[in-house]
């Protein structure tokens, strides 16, 4: 798919027409809304599989996320369903096994799948990485409506080539299945002659199968993240939901905040000392009025990472334990006590 600039200002066109029939869609939904002033009808289906629930005009749509390690994938997820359901760190590998956030709305539900970075199988030889790396990326894409390939435009020295298990796992997505190109951290980028360049380079790269459209994005930021959400809403499809209204991720609580954890002892500790430590929930309580009270144990392999860990005067391990509540409470919207515990195995 070679794309000239003729193409270029049609995907501009495009996107504007789209926001402008986002807006159309909503407004025309709340006119109907209250035009029948009627609370909205929650029904299960009477057959024994009670996943799907049913409500009238409902609209679902299931997105596959995929792309290389650190290119923003969960950074992403998060912000399209406004809740840091899913772990992020400045560090590679850090989702390890896929997942879902739900974002749900008026009629229509979006669910995203969270999937680990591509990986070769030396990589996960090397890394001594679970299965999960290799196999949830095509899992995802196989139960998928739409597919989206993050890609990493700020990085100057890989930007102009899609990886290559992206192209291989990308020719093995069913040829109805739209696929979109997601160009992240453009922010990192001034010259937007650049991002033309780079959108008509990658979509006529050997190998790449046609795309249905291109955005945009810096996920950090939230800049052109809307657009996209607005984008796959008005794709969606008529179909029963999967989720619960209330509900904004298939994993547990406890699991989110493990994961959280792990991935701020990412962010804060160097080199390899995040992948050899290991975690342990303690203690979970959730209170009448919403509050969480937890606790987690990290173990150190000895004592001098242990005082690494703590730092001076415990600063580290404060600090740590300050910002993981911080993403808890936006991800749980509740008020969030978190206790961290540090012990030497040696």
Known sequence: ????????????????????????????????????????????????NYTFIRREDTRFLKVAIVGAPNAGKSTLVNQLVNRTVCPTSSKVHTTQTKCNAIYSTENTQLVFIDTPGFITPREQTKFNLNNSFQDDPQASIKIADVVGIIHDAGNRWTRNKLHQKSLDLLNSVNSDIPILLILNKIDQIKDKKILLELIKTLTSEKGCPKLTDVFLISALNCDGVDTLREYLLCTAKSQ?????????????????????????????????IPYILHSTLEYFEVYPDGRINTSITIECPNKRKTSLLIGIKAQRIKLIAEQCENELRHAFRAPVRLKLNVISKK
Request: aromatic share 8%; charged share 25%.
């Open 1 to 48: 798919m070679s794309l000239s600039y003729i193409d270029m200002l049609c995907i501009i066109q495009k996107r504007i027409v789209q926001n402008a029939y986002s807006l159309t869609r909503c407004f025309t939904s709340q006119i109907i809304n209250c035009q029948q002033n009627q609370p909205e009808d929650h029904l299960l289906r009477s057959e024994d």
């Open 240 to 272: 029963d939901w999967q989720y619960n209204e209330d509900t904004y991720t298939d994993q547990s609580p406890e699991t989110i905040i493990q994961q959280t954890v792990r991935a701020k002892l990412m962010d804060f500790l160097p080199k390899e």
